[in-house]
């Protein structure tokens, strides 16, 4: 499998539920995936660490930040900063910073259609 149908996967089990029934097992995932990272997993940490932004638990910021600046740059760049900066602030509309329900509509809305490409084999 590869990891944009891990993604399908986790879409398909948590059916977008931010509530905390999947924090425990989402941020399990995320470590596990952190301390074994896969090449090419980037969009697959992208889904772990989105979902638990959506979620909302600023005790998640350090591990997000871990994903964000600790793998390399491709996971960087798919884990957005503005994730974090909105736990931080409590999802607080800034300069720099939308309203934390339009990122979780974005979030939702870029996964809701969600396919994993054909060819992409890794």
Request: glycine share 6%; with cysteine; charged share 30%.
């Amino acid at each position: 499998m590869n990891n944009e149908e891990r993604v399908e996967v986790l879409i398909k089990r948590y059916d977008f539920d931010f509530s905390e029934k999947y924090h425990v097992e989402i941020r399990q995932l995320l470590e596990k995936e952190i301390i074994n990272y896969q090449n090419g997993s980037s969009e697959y940490l992208r889904f772990l660490c989105g979902y638990l932004f959506c979620i909302g638990e600023v005790k998640d910021i350090e591990i997000i930040n871990k994903a964000k600046y600790g793998i390399n740059m491709d996971v960087g760049c798919m884990v957005d900063a503005e994730w974090i900066e909105s736990l931080k602030n409590g999802g607080v509309e800034s300069e720099y910073v939308r309203n934390r329900h339009l990122l979780i509509d974005d979030f939702v809305s870029y996964y809701s259609n969600f396919e994993a490409s054909e060819d992409f084999d890794e």
